[in-house]
């Protein structure tokens, strides 16, 4: 089967719209993965902890070498930290413009971890009948055939080599076939995105002319779980966040002395993060949640995600989830008012017996793209006021001290803005096609995923819709130890790839 | 003057009632200290860290040798721990035994922190204009004479050797006077009372004949403050103590990917603990203060404390009180329900987008005497119930998380039971009537301290009334680096002893 439709594919060259009905994508993602492994191990042989400038430049020089190959130009945009790699490919008569975007770095690794010497060496394993997982030959490869459930255990296996690589593959595939992808490509890399991308702002500012492209496709992150069908996510969470600092007695002083006399910071705290939520979960501060509303065809699109929710709650280890949506997916297009630390006095060990002194709640916000982050933090910040407040900016006076019954500082900051690309826009259209044609089945559609990456900036700067493609398993361990890639999810994301860049986009 | 109110006193030998009303008890007293202070000083020179038995083995043998050359039979009554060391002296025609309470033990120290080398080798200072504490030669008391604003710094120089020198002091003086004491004398010394003096219980019921008195008098503690006047304190609180560990998702999750709907520990225990007490710190657990009514007498005597709760504030850096009762010495006849370590995440440099798994409140209730401790642990406990809590007294099972919405945990432990005298019972009234023959004005009454001290097992097993009059100065850095003694505070203490060792306890 294979051999007939690649011979089919040879004698058709230069002609991917019309390839695209009749390819069989599968048989030649599973053809050419084999060969794309040397390559993929000798890029995660490259240590990439942004922290060290010399992974850095390991990794950079290899993508180099990696797109120049496959006919691209590469070009190091510099910024104040790592430099972003901008990989340019003209198409002959290609009218529309592609950027794709993927990082390179990795989380740093703790060896200690991981079940295997060192987490920039990657390893073959296959998982035993007891669940374990046992290093298997790479050899295996070549006699044996790829075993989808097979895996390749190493740092940024799934986050984010993997989707390049795949890309990378995708490209030798139709140079073999003598196809030409249906658009020009830019691939923009980032080597900081583990650290925030602190950087990536300011440089699609410096260099948009570079980057100007009709739409943006983000090659990054983790197909639908448990489903690990093919899916595509429009849009991303932003987040903001907020420290706030409740103070009581100026040092921690004796809980018998002053205990039922001097105002307790925690209970405060208690008291004032109590007032925001309702019991499910819902934030109760007026205006919150403004703007949003799930028509009856957002409810559709939300509801075809195929969640599991009674096994996601197994797994996770509890039986009522919060209200804020009548689903997941649903609480995912509001934002959240999330306390992710909270800290007073001593616990455990440590205990004294005191009233402390202060109190701290560490608080996130994630964005959806109805709110706007700067009117958000000003509502939370006039409730705690209409709580009777004082709300400072650093720690307190001796002045705030006597004049204020209540005191909370409040730190605010913006680091990542939501965007959403509409499911049925043009190139929302396009892409639900080239995964329906590929995979025979239309992929999972996420309006909006849940966290957050660094995607505004080329949305807001460039003016273009931006669409994450995710290809790999959802439990890659990703930013742990014993990072992986099941190989199934490598052939399909070649798979995916090569309807990406043959599907035309115009119908 | 003194001269002759001394004369007077050695013609007058063992007629301790009759002198009382014409002794100048701050004459004696201030030629008793200076002699006192090489002794003093070489107490203080001893380590008194419980962790280390050394230091408790010199100590008890100090005081072994310190308390015999004063007449008392000394035993050493020895437990699982560090021994007590009770000394007995028989007074000739006394008819009843006063038994008397102090620790020789003190907190360990950081020496760094410290002015001085060693916290064990104790300095003799004055404060400059500038505020700052000066070393000053030991000879200037010989040469000058005492300034009572000079201090001693060491380890224990308040808490709580000053006091045992006091007495050794005052005992001494009226050796030299020829004067008896009042009473028969027993003399407990707890060498581990820092250490929360874990086999004192045990040891009372062991030793409960040897121990046998009429009343117990506690020396310890530091006087009312600011006045600093001679105080008395007829009670203390308990302490019972409780942790809360509210369960979300069984390991921290991503706050983009589930915030808003897996459900929020550090939320959850913000709303639990708002629900125990309204904005004022009352607790609104029905039947918390059930029992307790203050009567107008007992209002009569809270108020003649010389509190200056606005300066208090002041120093404390808050302008509002909680509001459990009406002033601070009212808010001490109630239970307390204090936050005094509360933890959930991460906060500050280790912060984390997460949801948290778990939040942990440690809360410490100060007990009277008319809370019964299991009772009120049961109150908080069914309060939480009635939040809808499975309440737990281990980490959750698979079933519960599986069964239960709302996960809490709860260990609950009672340290002290509180006690209390009534202020008008007839040892009350003999030290109200010492203090104020000795310093020609009524002291402080306090009806009950707001700490916790290991007294109730004198209280409960031997079955008498229990006292505690206070002598240092409440700025002593009690616990703290820089500890210290006014000496014009030792002086007065001396005065304090030679009250309660010759007034006589029937009227």
Redesign the interface.
């Known amino acids: 089967m294979r051999r007939i439709f690649l011979t089919f594919a040879l004698c058709c060259m230069g002609q991917a719209a019309w390839l695209q009905a009749t390819w069989d994508y599968a048989a030649l993602a599973r053809e050419r993965a084999p060969l794309a492994i040397p390559e993929f191990i000798e890029l995660l042989s490259l240590p990439n902890d942004a922290h060290f400038p010399e992974h850095v430049r390991q990794n950079v020089q290899w993508a180099e070498v990696a797109f120049a190959k496959r006919g691209f130009q590469t070009q190091r945009l510099e910024t104040a930290g790592p430099p972003l790699l901008l990989c340019t490919r003209q198409v002959p008569k290609a009218t529309k413009t592609i950027l794709f975007y993927s990082h390179m770095d990795g989380q740093p690794v703790d060896p200690a971890k991981w079940h295997q010497a060192d987490p920039w060496q990657p390893v073959l394993k296959r998982q035993t009948a007891a669940g374990q997982w046992e290093a298997i030959p790479w050899l295996w490869i070549q006699e044996q055939g790829i075993d989808p459930e097979w895996r390749i255990f190493a740092r940024s296996a799934s986050d984010d080599k993997g989707p390049v690589m795949m890309f990378l593959a995708a490209l030798d595939a139709l140079k073999q076939a003598g196809i030409e992808p249906a658009y020009h490509i830019k691939y923009i890399l980032d080597f900081e995105e583990e650290q925030g991308s602190k950087h990536l702002p300011q440089a699609v500012e410096q260099y948009r002319s570079l980057l100007k492209a009709d739409a943006l496709i983000i090659l990054d992150g983790p197909r639908h779980y448990p489903s690990n069908r093919p899916t595509l996510s429009f849009g ?2 932003g ?1 903001a ?1 907020i ?1 706030l600092t409740v ?5 921690p ?12 910071p ?2 405060q ?3 004032l ?3 925001m ?1 309702d ?1 499910d ?1 819902r934030v109760l501060i007026p205006g919150f949640y403004d703007g949003i509303e799930l028509s009856e065809e957002v409810r559709a699109t939300l509801a075809q995600v195929p969640d599991n929710e009674p096994l996601l709650k ?1 797994q ?7 209200k ?2 009548a689903s ?1 997916q649903e ?2 297009q ?1 934002p ?1 008012l ?11 060990d ?7 002194d202060k ?4 608080i ?1 916000i ?1 964005l959806v793209k109805e709110s706007d982050p700067e009117q958000l933090i000003q509502l939370v910040r006039q409730h705690i006021e209409s709580q ?1 407040y004082c709300v400072l900016d650093s720690e307190p006076t ?1 002045e705030a ?6 005191l909370c500082r409040f730190d605010a900051h913006i680091a990542y803005r939501a965007f959403r690309t509409d499911v049925n826009s043009p190139y929302g259209k396009w892409l639900q096609r080239a995964l329906s044609v590929a995979f025979g089945q239309a992929p999972v559609v996420k309006r909006t ?4 990456i660094p995607i505004a900036p080329f949305v807001e700067t460039l003016g273009i819709p931006a669409i994450t493609v995710p290809t790999v398993n959802a439990d890659n361990n990703q930013h742990s130890p014993n990072e992986n890639l099941r190989l199934g999810n490598f052939i399909e994301g070649i798979q995916t790839m090569l309807a990406l860049l043959t599907v035309p986009i115009e119908q």
Chains 1, 2 share one sequence.
Not at 253 to 264: C, E, L
């Open positions: 991303a969470r987040i966040t420290t103070y009581g007695p100026r040092m002083v004796h809980s018998g002395h002053y205990g039922n006399w001097a105002p307790n925690a209970l705290l208690a008291q993060l109590a007032s939520k019991s979960g197994q996770l280890g509890f039986v009522q989830a919060e804020v949506g997941l609480a995912l509001y959240s999330n306390i992710r630390g909270m800290a007073s006095g001593w616990i455990g440590k205990v004294r017996t005191i009233v402390p109190a701290v709640a560490e996130d994630r009777g001796e001290r006597m004049q204020c019954s209540r995923s849940g966290g957050s």
